[in-house]
């Protein structure tokens, strides 16, 4: 089983999560490159990262900037920041409450296949949502995790997702409302779809949930269906 380092880096900036990701990211793109050249077989390291973030907005590469709603003094007044990145994706919302999901894989330790990485990340999100008595699934063109999808007058989108792959090694990935304040959703049109709303554990149970123990499940849940294997659990705090 490939072996993967967990790390929880906590309530972190969004902008010192971005540059170790990239760190990682780079560091793992570097020995592959270098294993090409010199025919040499350096093993690469694998991550899995939980962490939350303060208020911020983020705008993938093939996202439109008139998706976010607020101007400069907009976001002061909302306590918010906002960062254009080099993920997949329109606009999202993290926040407070939020378990936000970083895999850093090398995809050549388990499957290269990007649709079904994504798929996956979907199933485990499912998987979860299903453990505390919510259904939820996919709607075909639309990647993330939804509520009600026979509905589409009802559907509500309650995880968000976007990556960025080079030569099979993944870095950002999802946004998972488990009691995020989804006022802030107001503020954008999510993923650039105008016609759906966003839900959240809390909302749907109509209590908060226990976040660590939230963590904890979609952990396992990952973990089962990469068949990885932790062979660490590291509490880095920003």
């Known amino acids: 089983m490939p072996e993967v380092r967990f790390q929880d880096w906590g309530m972190i900036d969004y902008k010192e999560a971005w540059d170790r990701q990239e760190s990682y990211f780079a560091d793992t793109l570097k020995i592959k490159s270098d294993n090409r050249i010199n025919n040499t077989n350096t093993p690469t390291e694998n ?59 090398d995809l050549d330790y388990f499957f290269t296949d990007i649709h079904k990485y994504l798929r996956f990340l979907e199933d485990a999100i499912i998987n979860t949502l299903k453990k505390y008595g919510i259904e939820s699934g996919r709607i075909p063109g ?9 509905d589409m007058s009802k559907a509500r989108k309650i995880c968000a997702m976007g990556v960025r792959c080079s030569r099979w090694v993944t870095m950002h990935g999802f946004a998972f409302n488990v009691n995020s304040d989804l006022n802030y959703f107001k503020n954008i049109i999510p993923c650039g779809i ?45």
């Open 194 to 238: 105008d016609d759906k709303d966003v839900t959240s554990m809390e909302k749907e149970l109509g209590r908060k949930l226990d976040f660590e123990e939230v963590k904890s499940v979609l952990k396992n849940e990952i973990a089962i269906l990469f068949e990885m294997q932790f062979v660490s659990n590291e509490k880095i705090n920003s």
């Open 142 to 150: 639309l990647t993330g995790v939804w509520l009600d999808i026979d």
């Open 47 to 105: 991550f899995l990262i939980f962490c939350e973030h303060p208020h911020v907005y983020t705008l993938g590469k093939s996202g439109k900037q008139e998706n976010l709603l607020l101007d400069d003094e907009g976001l002061k007044n909302a306590e918010a920041t906002y960062y254009k990145i080099n993920r997949g994706g329109d606009i999202t919302y993290h926040g407070p409450g939020q378990l936000v999901g970083y895999p850093i894989l």
